[in-house]
């Protein structure tokens, strides 16, 4: 459970802050999750952590802390585990583990269309930000009139 914690300080508050800062919220997300991606290695997880990697890049910058990505992180991490233990730790396809063509391929078009409707509406909060610039500690500090307590708190929001 340590690998979520330090991908996510690593991944959304070094990377993307630093992206967001320099290139905008859109394209900051949109880099980290590519960088999160790649850095999976293994084909197919590039592919799911490159999309898990925008969603978690967009409730990172909306939210501004950690905490609930490193638990969507750690939640994705255990359904991923507890899958292969239950199939008796082999690796199984999803299609293989549903076990029937037309279900697996409804659950897969709701999938899809769950996250083109999910992309959209990142897109377009994201356009809507009309500073066009990154929601980071100071400018977090500023709405809540809280102040800064130590440069620590600039990457691990919320810890």
């Known amino acids: 459970m340590l690998a979520p914690v330090l ?5 959304r508050g070094i990377v993307q802050d630093s992206l967001t800062e320099k290139l905008g919220p859109l394209r ?10 790649i850095v999976h290695i293994i084909p197919q997880q590039v592919i799911n952590a490159f999309f898990v990697g925008i969603v978690l890049g967009f409730i990172y910058y909306r939210s501004g802390s950690l905490v609930p990505v490193i638990l969507i992180h750690m939640i994705n991490n255990a359904i991923s585990y507890f899958s292969w ?9 999803t299609r293989q583990m ?7 391929y409804i659950v897969y078009a709701l999938a899809c269309a769950v996250f083109v409707v999910a992309l959209i509406t990142i897109v377009r909060t994201l356009s809507r930000d009309k500073a066009g610039r990154f929601v980071g500690s100071a400018d977090r500090e500023e709405a809540t009139g809280r102040e800064k307590v130590s440069s620590s708190d600039d990457n691990i929001n919320g810890l």
């Open 85 to 93: 233990v239950l199939s008796g730790e082999r690796i199984v396809s």
């Open 7 to 11: 991908e996510e300080i690593l991944f």
């Open 98 to 104: 549903i076990g029937n063509d037309t279900i697996y």
């Open 28 to 37: 900051g997300i949109l880099i980290g999750a590519c960088v999160f991606g």
